[in-house]
Nanobody, 124 residues
């Protein structure tokens, strides 16, 4: 069965950095567009970043542009989210998602598989 396992979450002070990883199994990783979404307490899940399976083009939510970088290593079946200059409003559970779409504009309805989530807490 398909599994997406996130890691790398934790607690940091504002201005700090974290690198999230999501390792996939049970699917042909190189053929999936991979995305990161997040859900803050009391809020709906929202898009953060995506990297396509074809040309590895990327797209980001406006709130994280210039601070977060998504990348992938197909040899390791892993997608990463490097998060720099973290802010308290970045506090959320971060989920990775695997999507069959080739589009850069995605939402959570495009996700075929989800990870279990990893908590990121940023203190001021």
């Amino acid at each position: 069965q398909v599994q997406l396992v996130e890691s790398g979450g934790g607690s940091v002070q504002a201005g700090g950095s974290l690198r999230l990883s999501c390792t996939a199994s049970g699917l042909t990783f190189r053929s999936y567009t991979m995305g990161w979404f997040r859900q803050a307490p009391g809020k709906e899940r929202e898009f953060v970043a995506v990297i396509t399976w074809g040309d590895h083009s990327t797209n980001y939510a406006d709130s994280v542009k210039g601070r977060f970088t998504i990348s992938r290593d197909n040899a390791k079946n892993t997608v990463y989210l490097q998060m720099n200059t973290l802010k308290p409003e970045d506090t959320a559970v971060y989920y990775c998602a695997a999507m069959r779409t080739a589009r850069r504009i995605v939402n959570e309805e495009d996700a075929d598989y989800w990870g279990q989530g990893t908590q990121v807490t940023v203190s001021s």
